[in-house]
């Protein structure tokens, strides 16, 4: 099994709907990352959080939010998704000495 | 958080060494420098990190000189699946604010 698992995989979805991305870890890593990732460019940083009572804004929080639900448990939640959403999402967990990366959920908003 | 500075692409041939410099002025004192590699529709892999010196894997070499204003990634002998986005990223690693900034990275390209 992947250490970072993310789901789902791919989905596409209405502009107006409420959609949730799910992370989940194995590392046993407190620090847990949502990045979003369009094409041709980085990774832009979402919402971070260091343990299950800490939540960040990172650079574009605007239009999500996100829950930690347990160490292991992050996600991320888009309340009224709009086309410009759509993306390439990658969720991502740290004990501070690098990144592990899950394999990304890729969103598509019509 | 320090901004890093690396080149858009590089092409190289298999078999070759390739060299990918990035720079990062603005380094500070407990900043951690920490190389990626991304293949498409992927997410980012950790290959290397370094904090002066040299440091040496069984993947690649980080050369960082004495003022920590620049690094380079060294990936000897390539192969075509190489080719791959390189993020060069730097950050407190042990701070309580840790969380790094992804830049446009390298798109590195090993042709046959």
């Known amino acids: 099994d992947a250490d970072v698992t993310q789901t789902p995989r791919n989905r596409i979805t209405k502009t107006g709907k409420r959609i949730m991305l799910e992370c989940s870890q194995t590392k046993g890593h407190d620090r847990m990352y949502w990045y979003r990732q369009d094409p041709g460019l980085g990774l832009r940083l979402i919402y971070y959080s260091f343990d299950v009572k800490d939540i960040n804004k990172g650079e574009i929080s605007d239009g999500y939010s996100v829950s930690r639900q347990a160490q292991a448990k992050f996600s991320l939640s888009l309340e009224s998704a709009i086309p410009n959403q759509t993306a390439l999402y990658f969720c991502?967990?740290?004990?501070?000495?690098?990144?592990?990366f899950g394999s990304g959920t890729r969103l598509t908003v019509v | 958080l320090a901004k890093t500075t690396q080149p858009i692409s590089m092409d190289s041939y298999e078999g070759q060494e390739v060299n990918i410099t990035c720079s990062h002025n603005?380094?500070?004192?407990?900043?951690?420098i920490t190389w990626y590699q991304q293949f498409p529709s992927q997410g980012p892999r950790f290959i290397i990190q370094g904090y002066k010196t040299k440091v040496t894997n069984e993947v690649a070499s980080l050369f960082i000189p004495a003022d920590r204003k620049s690094s380079t990634l060294s990936l000897p002998r390539v192969s075509l699946s190489d080719t791959a986005v390189y993020y060069c990223l730097v950050g407190d690693q042990g701070g309580s604010n840790y969380k790094l900034t992804f830049g446009k990275g390298t798109l590195l390209t090993v042709n046959p």
């Open positions: 991502a967990t740290s004990d501070g000495s690098g990144y592990t």
């Open positions: 603005n380094i500070a004192t407990n900043d951690y």
